[in-house]
């Protein structure tokens, strides 16, 4: 039920068999014994009317949703029969599987697909990888961690650290650092609580923070705020960089980002000029065609003005632990040319693949390609706790693929919105059901206990992985099904088996000190996961002009590109759409598109809502809390107006995820895609993407009226 | 003030709107979705792009002088003596509503039975479950004398009024007025 920050230690109360409460657990060292409201509701979401007990075999037409029950032994003789029949007559890349958010079972995923013969791990295309590509390209690590407990500023940029992780620590450093005196500056549309919190809120208009980046990086350039001896000494091509901002003035990044240009001046004054500064960057540059551009501007900035790897900067030197290494059951050592070659829509391109998690497709070229057939269309698809017509753009082209395609497998704890069109649907277990995996967090690793009985003919999504392999041949590479068996291979090197673990009740804490900082030579030279090895930095300094991007066909330098339709780059549409559209991913109850369904999450935002300034609101003679539809030159969806005072006026923002009733409250679902904010945002090939990371935006025009 | 009267602290400069102690409270009490002891509410002020937003966590503050008990005329609410938790007894209550009348933060919850429920502090637990659940400790739970430790040292201070609420607060000011269910 989490996002990909999962891993609390939870203490389950249990009454004759029956989960009955949650509470935190003060030992683990991730959360400390706090929460989030997802998991005090984990009992309306394990006993959920909606969970899947029974395979099921699809007997009605593709979409209509009727199914016969089957066993989990026939369920997956039909997915292994059908698999090698395609492998055989399309070869293993015919098979994707579509990620979900990062998981603890994603490497079992990429296990599977290594030994089939298939690359296709199809990756969102807008979530976190889109970051760490940039960073690591440009600073030769695919992660930069603010020191807030020491930082003097710090700026949250298009990220959310109140409603991801909530209570695993960053948060809470930064309001204690906030109490001590740092200041808080937060870039983002509209007053979120960490901008309800903060200092200073910089209301930036959606899909515009690159070139608010490189109107700083002008400033820094032109005022000579930058670190010259860290220029000099480890950054390569910084005099490219100074004719090539010129053009990307304050003025000209205001009229884009509908910012004062004091606002942007003072801020790359503040950054350049405060020594303990740190950014923490979050999902805004993921979703946004400009991703690449916004990220390596970013990377740039932290870099030139001296900010990374000194205390209270971005840290990139790993702590220093006495915890083994946990082995991944990833056969990442398998890759081969071939593999990436045959990639069917490489989420990055291939010559920088496989990246850190493994190879990539992008999500929606996997589907795209079953209805294009370029360069060869996916035959088999296997979505395990994703669900593809709600959470990536252009759902109607989704479901017209899923029409189309082949073989559709999905997998979920309980009723999803892709369901209709599978072939087979596999249930699964919750974490309550599962004395395995093991948690490992930081420097904490825990043993997972079973706590109530499974309620039907399921098993986890371990073992799915497992039995499946079995079945196809693949044993030898599986542990030959026995989950104790894999479980106690990763573990090999702490000297202990996961029973032996379990006798740790709460597991157990390795110490970690905190990393010395600045060994920039070493840093530099971090090897990249591609086949070649090579390293990430060619020159071993901070690729300021990036020849490796030169080399293969990219902008060398970052630039700036505009999402498909904005007040600045499309003004023609302003007359008929007037207000700029975006959505958040993720809210303080629901994750993405799951949690609609669990009645005390439901209650606290019981409709799909579009936040709208009060004055925007009246000059369309919408009330708070009407009913509006949201139009834009692609699609029109429904929500409920609220009023929000902390909105740009020009700007409106919903929330991706909705299509779920909750039958306990009487609340409907939008099944029919009308409360589905991807609906509004384009997806032509040649304005929707990327071109270096695959990014697709979340930002359009749109026009509210009432309902 | 009672003896050992238990209350709360609430620190608007680390409130963010998060709702853990609202579904930890629910769970806790196997409350329905519809019926909330606690709940935050928002608080906006100014005018775009100087507009503030201030969050408050609100339940029963277990007043030293419940308006609610004073209005009740079937004698259901009542306030212990031991640790000052206003109480109310679910045989005695005919959901006549007047507690909720009198109530200056509109606390009182109704059920489908008509009964009046709310906050009593978790009184079979160890700790109140929404301030054990607060993951920013911006809610907190413990005696006056304790509390009145903690706001001292956070620059706060009791809330004021003539009902005598047991309730602490630090942060941003939020106008009295402000501070209630909607």
Known sequence: ?707 | MTKGQRGFLFDAGRCVLCHACEVACQAAHGLSPQMQWRKVVEVWEGHFPAVTRTFVSISCLHCAHPPCQRACPSGAISKRTENGVVVVDGQLCTGCRECYEACPRRVPQFGADGVMGKCDLCLDRAAPACAAACPTAALRSGTMAELADLARKRGGKRLAGAEGPALFVCGPQIPVELMRLP
């Open chain 1, 1 to 707: 039920m989490c996002g990909p920050t999962a891993g609390c230690g939870i203490y389950a109360r249990v009454r004759d068999g029956k989960l009955v409460g949650i509470e935190g657990m003060p030992e683990s060292p991730r959360n400390k014994g706090k929460l989030c409201p997802r998991a005090f509701a984990s009992m309306q979401w394990l006993y959920s009317p909606d969970r899947l007990k029974y395979p099921l075999r699809r007997v009605g037409k593709k979409g209509d949703g009727e199914f016969e029950r089957i066993s989990w032994d026939e369920a997956l003789d039909l997915i292994a029969a059908r698999l090698l029949e395609q492998k055989q007559q399309y070869g293993p890349e015919s098979l994707a599987i579509l990620s979900p958010a990062r998981r603890s079972y994603s490497d079992y995923l990429y296990r599977f697909l290594v030994v089939h013969g298939s690359p296709n791990y199809g990756h969102s295309g807008i979530c976190a990888i889109q970051r760490a590509f940039g960073l690591a390209y440009t600073l030769g690590t695919p992660r930069t961690a603010p020191d807030y407990a020491r930082a003097e500023l710090i700026i949250v940029w298009g990220a959310n650290p109140v409603y991801s992780g909530t209570p695993q620590g960053a948060l809470q450093s930064m309001l204690d650092a906030r109490e001590r005196g740092a200041r808080l500056v937060v870039i983002k549309p509209e007053m979120q609580p960490d901008a309800a919190l903060a200092d200073e809120w910089v209301p930036i208009r959606p899909g515009t923070d690159g070139a608010l980046a490189l109107a700083m990086l002008n400033v820094v350039v032109n005022e000579k705020l930058y670190d010259g001896e860290f220029v000099d000494r480890w950054c390569y091509g910084f005099d490219r960089l100074v004719p090539h901002v010129q053009r990307y003035t304050p003025e000209w990044a205001s009229t884009i980002c509908g910012l004062p240009v004091e606002q942007i001046v003072g801020l790359a004054r503040r950054y350049a000029r405060t020594p303990a500064a740190c950014i923490n960057m979050g999902n805004a540059f993921d979703q946004v065609v400009d991703s690449s551009n916004a990220v390596r501007s970013v990377a740039i900035l932290m870099a030139i003005t001296g900010h990374l790897d000194v205390p209270g900067g971005n840290i990139i030197s790993a702590a220093p632990s006495t915890m083994p290494a946990v082995k991944s059951v990833h056969l990442r050592e398998r890759y081969t040319q071939e593999m990436v070659d045959r990639l069917v829509g490489p989420e990055i391109p291939r010559c920088f693949q496989p990246f850190i998690e493994g190879t990539s497709s992008a999500y929606y070229r996997c589907l795209d390609s079953v209805l294009t057939g370029k360069p060869y269309p996916i035959r088999g698809i296997i979505a395990p706790g994703t669900q593809p017509t709600v959470i990536t753009r252009g759902p109607r082209r989704v479901v017209e693929a899923l029409e189309k395609l082949d073989f559709f497998v999905v997998m979920d704890v309980m009723q999803n919105a892709a369901m209709p069109w599978a072939d087979l649907v596999i249930p699964v277990a919750t974490m309550y059901e599962c004395d395995h995996p093991f948690e490992v967090a930081g420097n904490w690793l825990m043993a997972r206990n079973q706590v109530v009985e499974r309620m039907g003919d399921y098993r986890s999504d371990y073992e799915f992985w497992l039995d499946l392999a079995v079945r196809m041949g693949y044993g030898a590479d599986f542990w030959n099904g026995s989950i104790e068996a894999c479980m106690d291979y990763q573990l090999g090197n702490f000297g202990m088996t996961l029973a032996e673990l379990r006798s740790h009740p709460t597991g157990i804490v390795y110490e970690s000190r905190p990393p010395e900082l600045g060994d920039f030579a070493r840093l530099f030279s971090a090897r990249s996961p591609r086949l070649s090895g090579a390293p990430y930095l060619p020159q071993g300094k901070v690729a300021v002009y990036n020849t490796s991007f030169a080399a293969a066909g990219f902008s060398p330098l970052p630039g700036w590109a505009p999402p498909p339709e904005s007040p600045a780059s499309t003004p023609e549409l302003l007359p008929k759409y007037p207000l700029v559209f975006t959505d958040a991913h993720t809210s303080e109850v629901y994750n993405a598109g799951w949690l609609r369904n669990v009645p005390y999450l439901r209650a606290v935002q019981p409709d799909p809502w579009v936040h709208i300034h009060p004055d925007t609101a009246r000059a369309r003679g919408v009330d708070d809390g009407d009913w509006v539809i949201i139009e834009s030159p692609h699609g029109r969806i429904q929500a409920r107006a609220v009023y929000f005072p902390g909105i740009r006026p020009d700007t409106v923002m919903g929330l991706q995820g909705w299509w779920q009733g909750c039958a306990e409250l009487g609340l409907a679902g939008y099944a029919d895609g009308s409360a589905n904010t991807n609906n509004l945002y384009s997806v032509d090939p040649a304005k929707a993407f990327d071109p270096l990371v695959t990014a697709m935006p979340k930002q359009t025009l749109v026009e509210v009226r009432r309902a």
